[in-house]
């Protein structure tokens, strides 16, 4: 289980670059970018981080978790391939020793910052009507100033879209 009230994203004053050549993660054997697409699609899905299978195949929301999205997002009419897909973390957050078997963590407030860069063009991009954010960490990260804990629906003014804030379909 992840812990997510641990991570305070409050980033230092003094920050290195943004990017991958600046992430620790980019050091990290067996770990594999998944930057995904922004097509100007209605709705947007955020998360937080590829998991162990995103890593494998290089897509977000791929594993059981995804399975799971898809499913229940498809009985709402909202096919994956409609929306726009990313994480706020690029790389699947893990230990460098914890090979051979990668474990997931929260991404460190270095790895969001590298990612940003990342973030900030995915959103530029955006013309989503409709962003959905999953988990605390990518809500966080993602709507910075405009996330209030217990706030689950509401219109960004920085997104110029309606947001919807749910628990991350690996929690369920």
Known sequence: ?????KISL?????????????CPLNKVPGIRKVHGE????????WGMAPGRDENEKGREFVGKSGELLWHELGLVGIERSRC?????????????????????RDPSEEEIHCCSKFTKMAIEKSQAKLHIVFG?????????????????TFRSEKLRAQVLCMWHPSYL
Not at 1 to 5: E, T
Not at 136 to 152: D, H, I, S, W
């Open 38 to 45: 922004v097509n100007g699609s209605e709705v947007f899905l």
């Open 10 to 22: 409050s980033l230092p004053s003094v920050q290195k670059g943004v990017g991958c050549e600046f």
């Open 1 to 5: 289980m992840i812990s997510r009230n």
């Open 84 to 104: 726009d897909v990313q994480n706020v973390v690029r790389c699947f957050p893990t230990r460098e020793d914890s090979r051979p078997v990668l474990k997931m």
């Open 136 to 152: 605390v960490v990518a809500a966080k990260t993602f709507l910075e100033g405009e996330y209030q804990k217990g706030r689950k």
